[in-house]
């Protein structure tokens, strides 16, 4: 009966039979042969192999017409960044791009543009007055403000900022400004000296004088003190001369009844 069961067997099945462990091992070997095929031809597809296409250049044009040229291409496109603003691009200008212009890449691969904002950024402007000139440049440019200047002025106060404008117009604090702005500090340079004549040479005025103009400064003072001392003598004489005409008049006046008397 089992003669006649292995008869009705095709060879491969005998061939099992025989040699189960070989027969199983050659069918894992095929199966593995074939899904290494399959694999690669997914991969070959998914990948494009083969297939590269020129990336165009999309730099300094507007962000509308990259995206058109780049999908018009076949390629697929993303931001990378459009924060900040730079002043030698349009607002929404392309300035870079990733991979670069003329490269050869597959048509998978994602296009990064980095994009100039819209506008500059906008800051609230710090309060600056009666700070040091130098501080306050710091503080502006730490904030990101880019065009600051510093100017001088005569006054008491050396070094100190009594003003600040925003291209051309006082701003007050608290205001948004744009950092593209021109700012503009303006310090007392400490050259002008109080002319009380009662005043006393004040030790710690004149050390916020530039020390380089220190003597220059004093003998300056002095100078104009003694000729704001001579005229306050001369105003005090001539009240001293008139009060004495004054005096002389009435009694002229008391003497011409006495003398009206007399004839």
Do not use: C
């Not at 058109?68 to 924060?83: N, Q």
């Not at 670069?100 to 048509?107: E, V």
């Not at 065009?147 to 925003?166: F, Y």
């Amino acid at each position: 009966m089992s003669n006649n069961n292995d008869n009705n067997k095709s060879g491969f099945d005998r061939m099992r039979d025989r040699h189960p462990i070989l027969v199983n091992s050659g069918l894992m070997v095929l199966a593995l042969v074939a899904l290494g095929y399959i694999a690669l031809l997914f991969i070959d597809v998914f990948t494009s192999h083969g297939q590269q296409v020129q990336v165009p250049d999309v730099r300094n044009l507007p962000l509308e017409k990259a995206i058109d040229i780049l999908e018009d291409a076949g390629l697929r496109w993303e931001i990378s960044d459009s924060t900040t603003f730079y002043e030698n691009f349009k607002p929404g200008t392309v300035i870079d791009q990733d991979p670069k212009a003329k490269s050869y890449i597959k048509k998978i691969r994602i296009i990064y543009l980095n994009v100039n904002a819209m506008h500059a950024p906008i800051i609230a402007l710090p309060k600056l007055v009666d700070l040091p000139g130098r501080q306050g440049m710091a503080t502006l440019k730490a904030m990101g403000f880019k065009h600051v200047t510093m100017d001088s002025i005569p006054s008491e106060m050396d070094g100190l900022i009594l003003q600040v404008t925003v291209d051309g117009h006082n701003v007050a604090p608290g205001k948004p400004v744009s950092v593209n702005s021109k700012i503009k500090i303006t310090v007392g340079d400490g050259s002008i000296v109080d002319l009380n004549p009662e005043q006393i040479l004040d030790p710690a005025l004149m050390d916020s004088i530039d020390e380089a103009n220190y003597k220059d400064a004093q003998e300056t003072y002095e100078q104009q003190l003694k000729e704001a001392q001579a005229r306050a003598e001369q105003e005090r004489k001539a009240q001293a001369s008139e009060e004495k005409k004054d005096k002389d008049k009435d009694k002229e006046k008391k003497k011409e009844p006495d003398k009206a008397k007399k004839n």
